[in-house]
């Protein structure tokens, strides 16, 4: 399929494939890194809640009893607010909001290719340093 760019160029990508550079772009946040590896490490739909305090466990480098549970509700907004909607419109993550669950979605696949190709490009510049 042949798709037409805003200035009228033509792409090789359906409309609603998940660029590389917009995948880039989301992954400049930690915390959306983080709600991606979240997800796929649990490999199903997660409750908000229980995404934050997955988040805030991964953010803080500690364990879950010793969660704070002020810094869980900011993350939390955080997600809920920020992070989830972003990741939701691009195909990211499906977000029933009704439900507040959160899964993988679409274009996730393509999220994982750009983590990995973040990763791959921070060993290759920790190794050299």
């Known amino acids: 399929m042949v798709a037409h760019s805003r200035n009228g160029s033509q792409t090789n990508?359906?409309?609603?494939?998940?660029?590389?550079?917009?995948?880039?772009?989301?992954?400049?946040?930690?915390?959306?890194?983080?709600?991606i590896d979240s997800l796929?490490?649990?490999?199903?739909?997660?409750?908000?809640?229980?995404?934050?305090?997955?988040?805030?466990?991964?953010?803080?480098?500690t364990s879950m009893p010793k969660v704070d549970e002020d810094?869980?509700?900011?993350?939390?907004?955080s997600l809920y607010h920020n992070h989830i909607p972003r990741l939701a419109d691009a195909g990211v993550v499906k977000f029933e909001r009704e439900r507040e669950l959160v899964g993988l979605g679409k274009n996730?696949?393509?999220?994982?290719d750009a983590l990995s190709a973040v990763s791959d490009g921070e060993l290759k510049n920790g190794e050299s340093a």
């Open 71 to 77: 810094e869980v509700l900011r993350i939390y907004s």
């Open 108 to 112: 996730s696949e393509r999220m994982t």
């Open 40 to 61: 796929l490490e649990n490999e199903q739909t997660l409750a908000l809640a229980d995404l934050a305090k997955e988040v805030t466990v991964r953010e803080n480098g």
């Open 13 to 35: 990508k359906p409309p609603d494939e998940l660029s590389m550079t917009t995948a880039l772009n989301l992954l400049t946040e930690q915390r959306r890194r983080l709600v």
